[in-house]
Structures are given as structure tokens and as C-alpha cells.
């Protein structure tokens, strides 16, 4: 099944109103932003940190960065690290480098988002591809994937 459709599938069975955005190409979250139309702060970009041999995904708007400091904090582990694309592709089987979609909970990869994110009434992220996004209520994403909410971006 494409990722997109598994994605779809999801939050079909669930029961979740979100709407998919077809767009130009796209590689970055301020790209995103920029052809959707939405504030860069609506606009949900997935990180992926590395502690050890595990994974997670870190979830915060699209003009801000990771506070590896506040993330190691946040999540206890001090070993952890921004992960390269090339560890982690094979994660996200069938998605494009780079356009995975913040809904670790369907890769066995657990979410944790900055509360910045959590406050915005709508969300808008990659579905798999630098063409397609998806855009949501917050609410339903977080009911969906139960994500940590903690202060992640740099100061």
C-alpha cells in the first residue's frame, strides 16, 4: 500500500476531518509554508533524533530548530543527536527522503512535539511525498499519535 493511502487509510478508520493539499514541489517546511499559503508556525516539520540505536520523531513548526540541549532534557536521553537521513530512511519505507509525515505511531517511532505546535488550532504536514500535504486540527493529531509536548526548539 502507498504510504499516502496508508496514511489516508488511518485517519479514514478514525474518523478524522483533514483535508490533502496537492502543491509544486516542495523539500523544505518553509517551502511548505510558503506554496500552501499558511504560516510557517502551522506548518509541522519532523525532525528525526537518534539516542543510541532508537529513534523518535521531534515535530515543531517549520522556522524553528531543535534545542538539542532542551530535547535532551525534555526526553532524559543525553546521548541524543540529530539523525542523517541515511540512518533512518529505511524507516519510513516508501515515503520521500526528507517528506515523512509526523505520525510516528505507524512506524513504530515514538512523537514528541514542542508545545509551540501544540497551541495552533491547525496543522499542515508532508504525506509522504514534496508534493501532497495534509492538514488537520491539531486536537485530532494529537488524539491519533498521544505525542509528548515539551519545549524543543532553540531558545
Given amino acids: 500500500m502507498l504510504p499516502l493511502n496508508k496514511l489516508k487509510e488511518f485517519l479514514d478508520s478514525s474518523l478524522v476531518a483533514y483535508e490533502v493539499l496537492t502543491h509544486p514541489v516542495a523539500f523544505t517546511a518553509q517551502q511548505l509554508a510558503v506554496v500552501q499559503h499558511v504560516k510557517g508556525k502551522q506548518l509541522a516539520k519532523v525532525v528525526v533524533a537518534r539516542s543510541g540505536s532508537e529513534f523518535m520523531m521531534i515535530v515543531l513548526p517549520a522556522p524553528y530548530h531543535v534545542g538539542l540541549q532542551r530535547a535532551r532534557a525534555a ?7 540529530i539523525a542523517h537521513e541515511s540512518e533512518f530512511a529505511s524507516l519510513f519505507a516508501g515515503c520521500e527522503q526528507g517528506a515523512m509525515p509526523p505520525f510516528g505511531n505507524l512506524y513504530n517511532v515514538p512523537v514528541w512535539v514542542d508545545e509551540s505546535l501544540a497551541q495552533d488550532e491547525e ?13 488537520m486540527k491539531y486536537s485530532d493529531f494529537a488524539r491519533l499519535v498521544h505525542p509528548t509536548v515539551a519545549i524543543l526548539r532553540m531558545p
Fill in 75 to 81: 526526553t532524559g536521553r543525553q546521548d541524543l543527536e
Fill in 123 to 135: 496543522i499542515v504536514f508532508n504525506a509522504c511525498t514534496h508534493t501532497q500535504a495534509i492538514k
